[in-house]
């Protein structure tokens, strides 16, 4: 069972469209990360968001933390094809040292 | 420097075989990971290593053997693996555990392990 759950799984969107990806669970998280990974590359740090509905924007996207601090939200405005790679959510519990990463969300961006 | 070095790129070994992964970053982070990723999947935490103890392993089989030399230093030796265990192996750091901070984790680019 992912205790981090995220949709759509995969996403093929033309350029200039927006799109918005989710990822939720059951239980509350002290703060989320999202992160993008590239093929054969390492995911890198977008955003860390760390209150109750906090709000950021970086550029095109903003991120969303839920009030209840139970999921997130990532939303991409006119989308380019640099933007294709795999989305990922992340988050660690008060109590505990792992960072634990969504089930991700691939996302395509076609010229 | 704000990287962390990850060598070889790409390893295919036996299952006979007696391997390293080396993970290398002078950020002066005190916190270090290895993590596992097979294909279309979100990556897996297998060790993490704080001021270059292990805090968590988890329950990963004996085959690999995570090693911390100094604050610098993950090592990730492998023996006697199995086919299923090929895949991209990642190594991260961070300024503190948990989610790293605000900063969050910096990764490699991974090690692609083939197993055969």
């Known amino acids: 069972t992912q205790l981090l759950e995220q949709s759509p799984q995969f996403l093929s969107i033309q350029e200039g469209e927006n799109l918005t990806v989710y990822c939720n669970s059951s239980?509350?998280?002290?703060?989320l990360q999202w992160y993008r990974q590239e093929p054969g590359e390492g995911p890198v740090l977008l955003v860390t968001?760390?209150?109750?509905?906090e709000v950021k924007k970086l550029k095109r996207l903003t991120f969303q933390f839920g009030d209840a601090r139970k999921d997130s939200s990532l939303h991409i405005t006119a989308a380019q094809p640099g933007d294709t790679g795999l989305y990922l959510c992340?988050?660690?519990?008060?109590?505990?040292?792992?960072?634990?990463f969504g089930s991700g969300t691939r996302l395509l961006v076609r010229p | 420097d704000t990287e962390v070095t990850q060598t070889p790129k790409h390893l295919v070994m036996g299952m006979t075989n007696k391997k390293s992964l080396k993970c290398e970053q002078h950020?002066?982070?005190?916190?270090m990971y290895w993590y596992k990723q097979k294909a279309k999947k979100p990556p897996e935490l297998m060790f993490v290593?704080?001021?270059?103890?292990?805090?968590i392993n988890e329950s990963v089989p004996s085959r690999f053997s995570p090693e911390c030399p100094n604050s610098s230093l993950l090592n990730l030796h492998l023996h006697a693996l199995q086919p299923e265990d090929s895949a991209l192996y990642l190594c991260?750091?961070?300024?503190?555990?948990?989610?790293?901070?605000?900063?969050?984790?910096?990764f490699g680019s991974g090690t692609r392990l083939t197993v055969v």
């Open positions: 991260a750091s961070s300024q503190d555990l948990g989610i790293g901070g605000v900063g969050g984790y910096t």
């Open positions: 239980s509350v998280f002290s703060s």
């Open positions: 968001v760390v209150t109750g509905g």
């Open positions: 992340a988050g660690a519990k008060d109590s505990s040292y792992k960072l634990i």
């Open positions: 950020m002066g982070h005190r916190a």
């Open positions: 290593y704080s001021y270059e103890k292990l805090s």
